[in-house]
């Protein structure tokens, strides 16, 4: 007995000395990916559980979350570089799948005009097409970004549907949310738990060309930053990123 009691305690002390994870809302049953931050050490991070990353003329690290809550991924480009969390193999039922983040971008681009940018991307490898269901341009006429879902690389062509209506703010958290649904084609969007209607397309109602607007089948998934015009201004760029999570069903709003 003395030593069942003994083994109970150490276990208990082993659980004790694991740090709690700061943690979004439940997620669903059926959720396969979480990622917090919150158990990777600081520093420059080149891989997480179930990640890797992608960057150029960019950086990744894990820092002390500006919210004041466990750790945070940081994300820092020079230019029209990109740094990315990449999550591969996915494999989600029907080709669908919700995915909820909370993002904040220091600065969006003020120059050249029509500079375009991309916080996810969605792709497969049995086709060329990625969707960008969070991303936006800025708008010259406007002299605004504004947010919109876009493609590249398929019939469609290169697009985003940017609206005026959903301005992208810079120097704030906002909880982000979108549905990538393959039985309409259609990407949905959520900012702070709100369905954004006007950033919805499909498979008819879409930018670009007239072809019909088709997912790939999704085997990977890009979060983070990309700047595609060169000489931008300003000239770097920072995005902070938590409480990352998709599922076969809505997850809900961020902690």
Known sequence: MRKA????LAAAAVLIAIPPTASASPVPHGTFVRESFDRLPLG???AGRGWTTDSANGSLSV???ATGHGREL???TEGNGRAFMVLSDLAPAGNSFWARLRVRVDRFPTAPDWAHWTLAEASGSDTPTLVRPLGGQYVPTERANFRGV????GP????TAWKTSAPATDGAWKCVEFHLDATDNRVTVYQDGVEEPELTVSTKEHGGTADDFVF???DKLKLGWQLYQADPTPSSYEMHMDDVA??????GGCA
């Open 74 to 76: 940081r994300l820092r």
């Open 5 to 8: 009691g003994a083994a109970l």
């Open 63 to 65: 820092e002390p979350s």
């Open 246 to 251: 998709l599922s076969g069903k809505r997850i």
């Open 150 to 153: 876009g493609s590249d690389g």
């Open 156 to 159: 469609t062509g290169d697009w």
């Open 44 to 46: 420059p991070v080149t």
């Open 216 to 218: 790939p089948r999704f």
